[in-house]
């Protein structure tokens, strides 16, 4: 199996705040999470009737679009990045899928990552 490669500045970070000595990671414009298993798993007795729902954590899905920095090396896909949702104060590895650069007319321009977490396979 390849191992991930992992170049140049591998943190994502909400908001400016605390960056008074220096921005060390990109700012996120927006970030829309998907879980893996969004419904519950109905588990069915003898008769076919459910009897019990159970609902999996079984990591997520997202769309991070972040403001592009030139001074900023960015990842690479298949690379590690290290991301905190604003939700939870656990910063978790996720593995970066694909990058997508945008530009817009007296905008900022912006890339969209395509990012992947799964709390049970350890990423390098």
Same mark, same amino acid.
């Given at each position: ?19 008074? *000595?220096?921005?060390?990671? $990109?700012?996120? #414009? ?6 893996? &298993?969004?419904?519950?798993? @109905?588990? %069915? ?7 019990? /729902?159970?609902?999996? @954590?079984?990591?997520? @899905?997202?769309? #991070?679009?972040?403001?592009?920095? *030139?001074?900023?090396?960015?990842? #690479?896909?298949? $690379? ?10 656990? %910063? #978790? &590895?996720?593995? /970066? $899928? *694909?990058?997508?650069?945008?530009? %817009? ?6 890339? *969209? ?10 990423? $390098?």
């Amino acid at each position: 199996m390849p191992t991930a490669i992992i170049k140049g500045l591998t943190t994502i970070k909400w908001g400016t705040g605390g960056t008074s *000595s220096g921005l060390a990671s $990109a700012i996120i #414009v927006r970030g829309a999470f998907t879980p893996k &298993n969004g419904a519950p798993i @109905d588990i %069915e007795d003898g008769d076919g009737f459910s009897k019990a /729902l159970v609902l999996l @954590d079984d990591g997520f @899905d997202a769309k #991070v679009e972040c403001l592009y920095d *030139s001074a900023i090396t960015w990842p #690479v896909v298949g $690379a590690t990045v290290a991301l905190k949702r604003p939700t939870t104060a656990t %910063e #978790v &590895n996720c593995l /970066l $899928a *694909s990058i997508e650069d945008s530009v %817009e007319r007296k905008r900022e321009a912006t890339l *969209s990552m395509s990012i992947h977490y799964r709390p049970g396979i350890a990423l $390098a």
